[in-house]
């Protein structure tokens, strides 16, 4: 899905940079999530904390109620 429709930036490619050990911060300058109106912001840095390497499986500890974000760290 995308979540920074200034940018056209999806949950994939924030994952992706994510799995790959880079905080927010750094996927921001990369990817310019975030950079315009804002609103994507949250969205983006649960994606990157979700696909943290220190928590590798922090959308399974309820696999009920797995948010969508979760979705994308799953790939």
């Known amino acids: 899905m995308i979540v920074c429709v200034c ?3 999806s949950d994939r490619d924030i994952a992706r940079h994510a799995r790959a050990g880079m905080g927010f ?3 921001q300058l990369e990817l310019g999530v975030a950079t315009c109106c804002g ?3 949250q969205c983006a840095r649960d994606i ?3 696909c943290d390497k220190s ?3 922090a959308a399974l ?3 009920g109620a797995m ?3 979760a979705l994308a760290c799953a790939a």
């Open 7 to 9: 940018n056209r930036i």
């Open 39 to 41: 609103r994507c912001e």
């Open 61 to 63: 500890r309820d696999a």
């Open 48 to 50: 990157v904390s979700q």
């Open 55 to 57: 928590h590798p499986v």
């Open 67 to 69: 948010p969508s974000t």
């Open 25 to 27: 911060d750094d996927i």
